[in-house]
């Protein structure tokens, strides 16, 4: 943010809020590039955070440092880590990176004033973990590719097209060239509506297990579909939603996604989990991200 005035040359990173965190969780933990973790601690809500040096995490710096993918993963895992260190200890809403503050007071500032919303947040995730599930697509099912038929090349006259040269009997008004071109487009309008409704049964399909997944779940959220660079997968992504789940949810969670594989023919599942619940924390509610705090 502009105008954001900072007193020396470091600022305070937060990780996260957790609730009746014991302080020795924390005991040489180590953050965002290897500093320190301590906790913040206002009635029963502890923040997570470290020193930063504004060289690094200060407006302009963070604009050019969340462009490099190098520092942006090492930053995440590091935020991660400790995050999942004190959830694993003690219900904790994470907040998402780069979350900066002036100091400790006023981290405590925030803390006290936004209370009750990381209580209420804090409510709906104790007890609880996310797990990912993102399917991809073969190609070939997206196209209704079938194997029997022979696949047009994308131009000129597929190998079951007639002679083009020659009468032939039943030719329609206008020569042979005539019904080459009529049959050469049907058989793309084929081809599409072939695709059209692979892709269909296939979007249906990828509904009934997001539906029966929910059904194991307290909550879900989708998000967009990942660039395919970052995935490192040839196929479409046709889900990427996220799941809140109680533990006594996780075996019939599992159980759906492997028979989802199994039973599916050209869809690819990915699981992951279980992870804090990123997904759930109402960014609304939260501190604002990406750049440090106005003051």
Same mark, same amino acid.
């Given at each position: 943010?502009?105008?954001?005035? =900072?007193?020396?040359?470091?600022? *305070?990173?937060?990780?996260?809020?957790?609730?009746?965190?014991?302080?020795?969780?924390?005991?040489?933990?180590?953050? *965002?590039?290897?500093?320190?973790?301590?906790?913040?601690?206002?009635?029963?809500?502890?923040?997570? *955070?470290?020193?930063?040096?504004?060289?690094?995490?200060?407006?302009?710096?963070?604009?050019?440092?969340?462009?490099?993918?190098?520092?942006?993963?090492?930053?995440?895992?590091?935020?991660?880590?400790?995050? %999942?260190?004190?959830?694993?200890?003690?219900?904790?809403?994470?907040?998402?990176?780069?979350?900066?503050?002036?100091?400790?007071?006023?981290?405590?500032?925030?803390?006290?004033? !936004? %209370?009750?919303?990381?209580?209420?947040?804090?409510?709906?995730? &104790?007890?609880?973990?996310?797990?990912?599930?993102?399917?991809?697509?073969?190609?070939?099912?997206?196209?209704?590719?079938?194997?029997?038929?022979?696949?047009?090349?994308?131009? +000129?006259?597929?190998?079951?097209?007639?002679?083009?040269?020659?009468?032939?009997?039943? &030719?329609?008004?206008?020569?042979?060239?005539?019904?080459?071109?009529?049959?050469?487009?049907?058989?793309? /309008?084929?081809?599409?509506?072939?695709?059209?409704?692979? +892709?269909?049964?296939?979007?249906?399909?990828?509904?009934?297990?997001?539906?029966?997944?929910?059904?194991?779940?307290?909550?879900?959220?989708?998000?967009?579909?990942?660039?395919?660079?970052?995935?490192?997968?040839?196929?479409? !992504?046709?889900?990427?939603?996220?799941?809140?789940?109680?533990?006594? /949810?996780?075996?019939? =969670?599992?159980?759906?996604?492997?028979?989802?594989?199994?039973?599916?023919?050209?869809?690819?599942?990915?699981?992951?989990?279980?992870?804090?619940?990123?997904?759930?924390?109402?960014?609304?509610?939260?501190?604002?991200?990406?750049?440090?705090?106005? *003051?």
């Amino acid at each position: 943010m502009t105008g954001t005035r =900072f007193a020396g040359d470091t600022a *305070v990173y937060l990780y996260g809020v957790a609730r009746g965190l014991d302080p020795a969780t924390l005991h040489d933990a180590a953050g *965002v590039a290897g500093a320190p973790v301590r906790g913040v601690v206002a009635g029963e809500l502890t923040a997570l *955070v470290s020193t930063v040096a504004l060289a690094d995490y200060g407006e302009a710096a963070l604009r050019a440092n969340l462009e490099d993918l190098g520092w942006l993963e090492a930053t995440a895992r590091a935020h991660h880590d400790v995050v %999942g260190r004190a959830a694993h200890a003690a219900p904790t809403a994470p907040v998402r990176i780069a979350t900066i503050y002036r100091d400790d007071a006023r981290v405590a500032e925030v803390l006290a004033a !936004q %209370g009750e919303r990381f209580t209420r947040v804090l409510d709906l995730i &104790s007890g609880r973990s996310e797990w990912g599930v993102k399917a991809y697509a073969d190609p070939e099912a997206l196209r209704g590719d079938t194997g029997g038929d022979t696949p047009d090349p994308g131009g +000129g006259l597929a190998p079951s097209a007639e002679p083009p040269t020659g009468p032939q009997p039943g &030719s329609p008004p206008g020569g042979p060239s005539a019904g080459v071109g009529t049959a050469y487009l049907r058989r793309r /309008q084929q081809e599409r509506r072939r695709r059209a409704d692979a +892709g269909r049964r296939v979007r249906e399909q990828i509904d009934a297990v997001h539906a029966e997944l929910a059904g194991h779940a307290v909550a879900s959220r989708h998000h967009p579909p990942q660039d395919p660079r970052l995935s490192g997968r040839p196929g479409t !992504q046709i889900l990427n939603v996220a799941y809140l789940l109680d533990e006594e /949810q996780v075996e019939g =969670f599992l159980a759906v996604t492997r028979a989802t594989e199994e039973q599916l023919a050209g869809i690819e599942v990915e699981v992951t989990g279980p992870w804090p619940p990123y997904s759930f924390i109402d960014t609304a509610d939260t501190p604002d991200t990406h750049s440090p705090e106005d *003051v």
